[in-house]
């Protein structure tokens, strides 16, 4: 029997990304002591007020269907939330809540971009944009984010990609994998970019709230992009609330109905105990996001600087987030080389960086979302298999 085409158009580059993860989690059924660096999942409980909330709208019946695209007070809630944290003002209307990020980001998609038309996406990228793409029928067009520059965008490779068919510039900050964070100036330059030609933007911030340098900047807040920016977020990274499935799309209200009508077909509303746990956690939870940014802060002063030191590596700083980008180009291997080896003989499981795109061919991601203690046996497990690697494994430092 044949399948739609719909098939090879959501296989890839990105699906191949967490190879190196499902052999980890092969290895450890067998009984081997394996640190698992792969996932972007918080090692945080779900606050507690967020689950006794949940618990009481379950009890309370809440249980049945509910608003195609969000319960009113949820959706007003998330629109103060995103005026508060970006200076955007928006109102209920142009908020919609989807079954988390990774949702309203594929469902935005469909409703701006088709068949014949091209979306341009910075490279590296998160590892399902290209299948978010590719759902849509569209061509998806990389322009590289470069190492040398500390994985920022190169804005006149955006400039020069930008042809009678884009539709789209889809944009991710803090940015995942590399958690490089776009400055003000370069926000202000896509979003002239998008003016000029016309063009959708869509901007995935769902580690805005994990910047650790500078105050997240939104495409969206800025003069004259309200009408043509759709913001992507959630509360997993934020909230520590993965497992929840809880995001959202903030458009023109126009997009909302359009949403709202693909919704119909598709989703029929996320679980009403599921929406009051989420409006608890956006109105009770912030000291609770304030002690995950800085954990995350403090585990990346840990790591960063531990890795950065090793023969045959280099690691910066990252701007925001829960991973950092480790190079390995100097090591003689390639990054799946690199990740295989590491697995096999330390147990310690990294994600290959070309899974991200083709810029990150030779650079490995590593997250942050475990206890300090299994970090600190992390780095000394890699710093032992670059020990093997060189003969020397600790360089001199730098400068």
């Known amino acids: 029997m044949r399948f739609s ?13 967490w190879r190196i993860h499902f052999l980890a989690t092969q290895k450890a059924r067998t009984g081997a002591d394996v640190i698992f660096l792969t996932v972007g999942e918080p090692d945080f409980d779900t606050p507690p007020p967020v689950v006794e909330e949940a618990v009481r709208s379950m009890r309370a019946g809440n249980t049945h269907y509910t608003d195609i695209v969000g319960f009113p007070r949820l959706r007003q809630a998330i629109a103060e939330w995103h005026e508060k944290t970006t200076g955007q003002k928006v109102g209920a209307d142009q908020v919609v809540v989807a079954a988390g990020a990774q949702n309203a980001l594929f469902s935005a998609m469909q409703m701006l971009a088709g068949p014949g038309d091209e979306v341009i996406t910075p490279d590296p990228r998160y590892s399902t944009y290209e299948a978010v793409v590719g759902a849509t029928g569209a061509t998806l067009v990389s322009v590289p984010l470069l190492p040398e520059q500390g994985f920022h965008l190169d ?25 490089a964070a776009l400055r003000r ?5 896509i979003a002239a970019l998008a003016q000029q030609h016309d063009l959708w933007l869509v901007s995935d911030e769902v580690y805005a ?23 992507v977020s959630s509360l997993s990274k934020s909230h ?7 995001g959202w799309a903030i458009g023109p209200v126009e997009l909302a109905r359009h949403l709202h009508n693909l919704f119909l077909c598709m989703l029929y509303g996320s679980p009403g105990f599921i929406q009051d746990a989420a409006l608890a956690a956006i109105r009770d939870a912030s000291g609770e996001v304030e002690t995950m940014r800085e954990t995350y802060r403090r585990r990346r002063d840990l790591v960063a600087p531990w890795l950065d030191r090793l023969r045959g590596l280099s690691c910066r700083l990252p701007d925001g987030g829960m991973f950092c980008m480790v190079d390995c180009r100097e090591s003689g291997l390639t990054s799946q080389e690199f990740a295989l080896r590491l697995l096999e003989e330390q147990s310690v499981a990294i994600l290959p960086g070309d899974g991200f795109g083709h810029q990150a061919e030779g650079f490995l991601r590593i997250s942050l979302g475990l206890p300090d203690e299994q970090l600190v046996e992390a780095c000394r497990r890699i710093e032992a298999f670059c020990q093997r690697l060189s003969g020397a494994g600790v360089r001199r430092a730098r400068g």
């Open 5 to 17: 085409t719909l098939t090879q158009r959501v296989a890839g580059r990105g699906a191949e990304a």
């Open 155 to 179: 804005l006149q490779a955006l400039k020069a990609a930008i042809t009678p068919r884009t539709r789209v510039i889809l944009i991710n900050s803090p940015h995942n994998p590399t958690g």
């Open 185 to 189: 100036a370069e926000v202000e330059a």
């Open 209 to 231: 709230a994990l910047s650790f340098e500078a105050p997240h900047v939104s495409p969206a807040s800025l003069p004259g992009m309200a009408e043509r920016t759709v913001v």
């Open 240 to 246: 520590a609330m993965t497992g929840w499935r809880v």
